[in-house]
């Protein structure tokens, strides 16, 4: 008996956190600003490189690490009709393929300085802006030691 309240209760409480089911303050957004690493990098290592990885040739879609847009480019694309754009070209997407949460002093910028690169930018906090925070797998990989020129967590 106990398992079934238990999972009554568990059922309740997803629907109420659900977020379609939130209240807004605002009836859009108006911006998109990402932060992260490679899976939302959106060609700032790629314009950083001059150039140089991630290649088209490996199956990768206009600069980023994918085979097509990311998600959030799918956000952006989907409230404003546009793909988010690298910071490194004035855009709001400050993401570098191999950020870290940490910095690890290897000139990819990590967290911390592309925080410090938003705050540069003179951009401010939009109050109804979307913010994408996507870090954290670089991190993994480097304390199991499977980073490296080659590796998984190569970029």
Same mark, same amino acid.
């Given at each position: 008996m106990t398992r079934r309240w238990a999972f009554t209760f568990g059922i309740l409480a997803a629907l109420a956190a659900n977020p379609a089911l939130a209240d807004r303050d605002t009836a859009r957004y108006t911006s998109v600003t990402v932060f992260g690493d490679?899976? %939302?990098? +959106?060609?700032n290592l790629y314009i950083a490189n001059g150039g140089t990885r991630p290649d088209p040739a490996l199956g990768y879609f206009r600069n980023r690490f994918t085979n097509g847009f990311? /998600?959030?480019? $799918? $956000?952006?694309?989907? $409230? =404003? @009709?546009a793909p988010t754009t690298p910071s490194l070209l004035g855009g709001g997407?400050? +993401?570098f393929g191999g950020a870290r949460v940490v910095d690890t002093a290897d000139g990819i910028?990590?967290?911390? +300085?592309?925080?410090g690169a =938003?705050?540069?930018? @003179?951009?401010? %906090?939009?109050?109804?802006g979307l /913010?994408?925070?996507?870090? @954290?797998?670089?991190? %993994?990989?480097? +304390?199991?030691?499977v980073f490296g020129p080659q590796g998984i967590g190569s970029y």
């Open positions: 490679s899976l %939302v990098d +959106a060609g990311d /998600y959030p480019d $799918l $956000l952006s694309l989907d $409230l =404003f @009709g997407n400050f +993401a910028p990590d967290l911390q +300085a592309q925080l =938003f705050q540069a930018s @003179g951009r401010g %906090v939009d109050p109804n /913010y994408i925070f996507n870090l @954290g797998g670089n991190d %993994v990989f480097a +304390a199991k030691g």
